[in-house]
């Protein structure tokens, strides 16, 4: 089980990315796979709706209308699920943010490497910085 970051939607989505190729394949493959769940947080869509239809990072950015539409395609997939934080969130977040190497730019990682440790998934994410959390699984299927 996996939950993913929001590089991999955007990577996944638009084909202006060197790692669009490898990623759709690996998405679309995990939302064929009806036998594993595929977790995708709240956070992660809305990054990705914000990312994909902010003209200064999209060239061309799409309607907010446009990449909710993609965010509902996905969670229709038989797979997906939203994973939501537990009572044992707290806990890692007290590891997390009091890490040494922690500054403003790893709050938000620090977050959903929480919420993977908590359910036991996975963290898919082309973000290297997820690799500072003691405890946390990852893949990166760009590479």
Same mark, same amino acid.
């Given at each position: 089980?996996?939950?993913?970051?929001?590089?991999?939607?955007?990577?996944?989505?638009f084909d202006v990315f060197p790692?669009?190729?490898?990623?759709?394949?690996?998405?679309?493959?995990?939302? /064929?796979?009806?036998?594993?769940?595929?977790? $995708?947080?709240?956070?992660?869509?809305? @990054?990705? *709706? #914000?990312?994909?239809? /902010?003209?200064?990072?999209?060239?061309?950015? $799409?309607?907010?209308?446009?990449?909710? @539409?993609? *965010? #509902?395609?996905?969670?229709?997939?038989?797979?997906?699920?939203?994973?939501?934080?537990?009572?044992?969130?707290?806990?890692?977040?007290?590891?997390?943010?009091n890490m040494p190497k922690m500054?403003?730019?790893?709050?938000?990682?620090?977050?959903?490497?929480?919420?993977?440790?908590?359910?036991?998934?996975?963290?898919?994410?082309?973000?290297?910085?997820?690799?500072?959390?003691?405890?946390?699984?990852m893949e990166d299927p760009t590479?």
């Open positions: 089980m996996r939950l993913l970051d929001a590089n991999i939607l955007m990577y996944a989505s790692q669009h190729a490898r990623t759709k394949k690996w998405l679309d493959a995990r939302l /064929n796979d009806t036998d594993t769940p595929l977790g $995708i947080p709240w956070e992660s869509i809305m @990054a990705f *709706v #914000r990312l994909s239809s /902010n003209p200064r990072i999209m060239q061309p950015a $799409i309607s907010v209308a446009e990449a909710w @539409a993609q *965010v #509902r395609s996905w969670l229709a997939m038989p797979c997906v699920w939203m994973p939501v934080a537990t009572v044992r969130h707290r806990h890692y977040l007290d590891t997390f943010l500054n403003h730019k790893l709050v938000a990682d620090a977050h959903l490497a929480a919420l993977a440790i908590e359910h036991g998934l996975v963290m898919v994410s082309a973000d290297s910085d997820f690799r500072l959390f003691p405890g946390l699984r590479i």
